[in-house]
């Protein structure tokens, strides 16, 4: 509220505060931004910081550069257990280091040359670097842009280093509760919500609906081989978020909402279809190594849950893409204000 609250509050004194806040509600457009953990949703709101709130406050790239460096001894820790889990072994001289990142507590937010050191030595293992090649298929393997984190360690590891836009953007941090971003667009003004996406968070996302104009969910287009943690019944994620899809796309609140996909990481998608067939997981899959054939195969399965295919719009996106994603931010107000324009009849 704040930006609404200044911006609208130039309009006539003599207008009661009610006939302000419903002036207010019906410029604003409300974005409830949905999907399963580790979709991309959350990096694409920080983008709509990026975009339309000139980016972060230095607080906030504090916490951010603290992030990216405990990122970093997580993703380190989690390939020497995967390695471990594979049976390839490290090399015997990096005994300590192994044993200095599976015991090294959740960071500090600094990092020592000597452990920048450590690092690299790891990083460099053979063992280390087989079990990154495999790290398509492991359920448990949550620091996806470990590559890009080890690449930048020597500038992250500077003292008093100010983080950039795209080290944010690769951070990865566990959504909890509700993060809101409200900025003007145009005449209008949207109100973008983010929740949570693990089954814990998922119980909020009613609280948040309510009255929604757009519903925005994304999927991991890399996901359909991946077995979902803790599941008896051999699902993937992939099958987990067209189970929650099917959910919210049928689910009455978002009846008059414009329903928006977004099949995001396609960067990875593209790397991850030379290398796998996605027929080894759907039988009646026919477009091989293709990107395109493989998009569009992704796209059908989740238009096929819809009761209403029709009313929905879908981008193959890469959220880590800030003027991609301006593209896209466009393409997606004007598919909403066309179907505000509908549903209110004057689009008929």
């Not at 072994?89 to 005994?95: A, F, H, I, M, Q």
């Not at 119980?203 to 890399?222: I, Y």
Request: hydrophobic letters at 35%; glycine letters at 6%; proline letters at 3%.
């Amino acid at each position: 509220g704040r930006i609404l609250l200044d911006k609208m509050g130039c309009g006539s004194s003599s207008d009661d505060p009610e006939k302000q806040q419903r002036k207010i509600a019906a410029k604003t457009i409300k974005l409830v931004i949905l999907g399963t953990a580790a979709s991309g949703k959350s990096t694409f709101f920080k983008q709509m910081k990026i975009i339309h709130q000139n980016g972060f406050e230095e607080s906030e790239n504090q916490n951010y550069l603290r992030i990216a460096l405990a990122n970093l001894y997580i993703g380190l820790k989690e390939m020497i257990v995967m390695a471990d889990q594979l049976g390839f072994e490290l090399d015997k001289k990096n005994k300590k280091n192994k044993k200095y990142f599976l015991e090294a507590s959740s960071h500090e937010g600094t990092i020592s040359p000597q452990s920048i050191e450590r690092a690299k030595d790891i990083w460099n293992d053979e063992a280390i670097q087989n079990t990154w090649e495999e790290r398509d298929t492991l359920p448990n393997f949550t620091i996806i842009n470990l590559d890009y984190l080890m690449n930048n360690i020597d500038r992250l590891g500077q003292p008093g280093c100010v983080v950039t836009h795209d080290d944010i953007l690769r951070c990865r941090q566990r959504t909890t509760g509700i993060a809101t971003a409200t900025f003007p667009f145009g005449k209008y003004y949207f109100n973008l919500v983010d929740v949570g996406g693990q089954k814990t968070e998922r119980r909020k996302w009613p609280l948040v609906a309510e009255n929604p104009t757009g519903m925005l969910f994304f999927t991991s287009m890399v996901e359909w081989d991946i077995p979902l943690p803790g599941d008896d019944e051999g699902r993937t994620k992939l099958d987990d978020s067209l189970d929650v899809w099917e959910q919210m796309i049928n689910s009455e609140v978002f009846q008059n909402a414009a329903c928006i996909l977004f099949l995001n990481k396609s960067d990875l998608f593209e790397d991850k279809i030379e290398r796998v067939n996605m027929k080894d997981t759907f039988e009646e899959y026919e477009g091989g190594h293709d990107f395109e054939a493989g998009a569009n195969f992704l796209r059908d399965i989740f238009i096929q849950r819809c009761g209403e295919p029709t009313k929905i719009y879908s981008h193959v996106t890469c959220a880590l893409d800030t003027s991609a994603m301006q593209v896209v931010f466009d393409n997606v107000t004007e598919q909403i204000f066309k179907l505000r324009l509908a549903v209110s009849g004057l689009g008929l």
